[in-house]
């Protein structure tokens, strides 16, 4: 069974290369993120796309931002918006989806930036995470049932291996200035701090697994890189984008891996690869550029 996580960065503008993709590497499950539409514009434009392939979904969205959904070839059932976690304050964003694929229990996440440390959005970031947590404990028990929480999780996990070097100098041509700079970049603040890594650790403690750090605790992989000054070309990046699973789940893990092609620039493939220009222009032929994530694709042995 393979499950994806891809954070499209505008479904409405990106839904020709996932359909494409779709095609040709038909997952099971495809959990995706940040496709900025809402359910209406959803059910009007992206749903009879997956329909036509063959793929039930499900979309929890909003005018402009956030948007999350849950697109399955092995049904789809009890699904559910937001937390149910006991609280009464609903997320006043569409972050979260929830549905039950083949018997697991699958999640759609796209986790708050934070912006900046002094920022609310940050707090509401950490407080985002503890009620994930919460809403996992009281209805989905991973020590025992068989639960995915795949997405855009905006928290490195693990220090130097799923950052950049903020030491590192790039040289890029700055078109303000007409200079060639010679710079260094700060990573994201809020991606990680201890706070939000502690977050992760108790997702961990309640048998929520990195399946991508369990089978290669070394290796760097990221999954996001920044569209400006050549993030992609000079391997700047950063592994946000996480496929956590129970135990029940996990220890079925059969390969992850970083599709790293779907994220390539469209000035690299002029030199690398010309075919794929013309393959990823729209229906008015126009070039569809990648989104800043790429696909995380997850294949456990797994039958309902």
Known sequence: MRIVTWNVAGLNARLHRVKL??????????CLQETKMEDEVFQKKAQPVFKE???????NGQKSWNGVAIVSRVGIEDSQKGFDDGRKDPDPDARIVWATCSNIRIASCYIPNGRTLEDDHYKYKLDWLNRLHDDLKKNSDPSKNPVITAGDFNVCPRPVLDEW???????????????TLTETFDLPETHVTPEARGALKKLDDLGMKDVFRERFPEEKADTFWEYPKNAFRDKRGLRIDLVLASDVVAKSLESIEVDMHERTPEKMLEKENKDLIEKYKDAKGKFVKPSDHTPLVASFNWSN
């Open 53 to 59: 392939l063959g793929y039930e979904s499900v979309h």
């Open 21 to 30: 993709w779709i095609e040709e590497n038909q997952p099971d499950v495809l």
């Open 165 to 179: 070097d903020p030491k590192q100098e790039y040289t890029n041509f700055d078109w303000k200035s007409k200079k």
